[in-house]
């Protein structure tokens, strides 16, 4: 896996697709340490007529999962693992999230995680979203990576 993505690279090795794919850019990537991925936030994405009509707001589950799918895509390219049809990237856990500023149609989310440890097929990260060098959201995040029977 390169230690840059586009968007086609990508969906290459995320199973997500429209509306719920969340990571537009890996603009750097050293496997088994850490990942830096865009998210460009658009008033056409569909949550924004519903949350909220008068002062749209990104979800801040909708962040965390942006930091999760960027996870997602360092513990693969630190398996050297590659995704099939059958592959699937399960979230399995999340602790101390915070959110620290609204997130709005415009902005583009600076995604950093860091691979704090791998057991036994876990992986947990220190994440963070950061929209021009202000913190938006942070958490610590867990995946797996799995085949479907």
Not at 21 to 34: A, F, K, N, Q, T
């Amino acid at each position: 896996m390169e230690n840059t993505m586009d968007i086609t690279r990508i969906m290459q090795h995320l199973p997500h697709r429209y509306p719920f794919l969340l990571v537009d850019r890996v603009i750097e990537m050293v496997p088994s340490e850490r990942i830096v991925a865009i998210k460009n936030i658009t008033m056409n994405e569909p949550q924004f007529p519903g949350h909220f009509p008068r002062h749209p707001i990104m979800p801040g589950v909708l962040m965390i999962e942006a930091m999760a799918q960027a996870s997602g895509l360092l513990a693969l390219a630190s398996t050297g693992q590659a995704m099939t049809q059958d592959s699937v990237i399960y979230f399995v856990g999340i602790d101390g999230a915070r959110f620290k500023r609204p997130v709005v149609p415009g902005d583009q989310l600076r995604i950093e995680a860091t691979i704090l440890r791998s057991t036994r097929g876990i992986w947990k990260f220190a994440a963070k979203a950061t929209v021009d060098g202000q913190l938006a959201c942070e958490a610590e995040l867990m995946c797996t990576i799995k085949e479907l029977d």
